[in-house]
């Protein structure tokens, strides 16, 4: 088990919990390499659901669980999604709508000490999981890390590991080099029309 929508784009995956929310938002179709969106069908969310939840349940040392996702369950974590995506992009953005209302509950660990769970059925249960990794990460300052490759046309969600968090893309090779390519034709055309 792992993290199926991560892993497709061969990235490196976050720290514990935290890649959760990082899987999910890797959940979006691609053109390079050829990716479906994993919540485009109940089906394919719900494979893709039970994978990650129990990645998660490892990750963030939590009991395993599994969400029974319908058609608006899906609709549901798409938003959750797409609100995600703005949030990892505007840093200092307020807590996604999707997430307000959700309850957790308290619970005792196994080794006593207080454990947070998420509570809920279907898209409310992945969602209580992303609510507590956001707050976590929130906590621990690495929220900031978290990124969406600066390539429009790549989907990639990758943890910025680099000391001074100056990532800005999923891959340099791939995408940071297709950039990079076009900024310099674009000052070579620019030369060449001042001259």
């Given at each position: 088990m792992g993290w199926p929508a991560t892993e497709r784009f061969?990235?490196?995956v976050a720290p514990g919990g935290l890649a959760l929310i990082q899987d999910l938002l890797n959940t979006r179709s691609a053109r390079r390499p050829p990716s479906p969106d994993l919540l485009?069908?109940?089906?394919?969310?719900?494979?893709?659901?039970?994978?990650?939840?129990?990645?998660?349940?490892?990750?963030?040392?939590?009991?395993?669980?599994?969400?029974?996702?319908?058609r608006a369950d899906v609709e549901q974590l798409r938003t959750l999604r797409d609100q995600l995506v703005v949030a990892v992009?505007?840093?200092?953005?307020?807590?996604?709508?999707?997430?307000?209302?959700?309850?957790?509950r308290?619970?005792?660990g196994a080794d006593g000490a207080l454990l947070?769970?998420?509570?809920?059925?279907?898209?409310?249960?992945v969602a209580g999981a992303v609510l507590l990794e956001l707050h976590r990460a929130r906590e621990l300052d690495t929220w900031r890390r978290v990124k969406t490759c600066r390539n429009e046309a790549c989907p990639g969600t990758f943890y910025d590991r680099s000391p001074n968090n100056s990532g800005a893309w999923h891959d340099v090779r791939s995408c940071g080099n297709?950039?990079?390519?076009?900024?310099?034709r674009a000052r070579r055309r620019m030369r060449a029309t001042s001259s």
């Open positions: 061969e990235l490196v485009s069908t109940v089906a394919q969310a719900q494979a893709w659901a039970d994978e990650a939840l129990e990645a998660w349940a490892l990750a963030a040392g939590q009991a395993r669980r599994r969400a029974r996702l319908t992009r505007a840093p200092g953005a307020p807590v996604p709508d999707a997430l307000l209302g959700l309850s957790v308290s619970a005792r947070l769970e998420p509570v809920g059925r279907g898209w409310e249960l297709v950039a990079n390519l076009r900024a310099a």
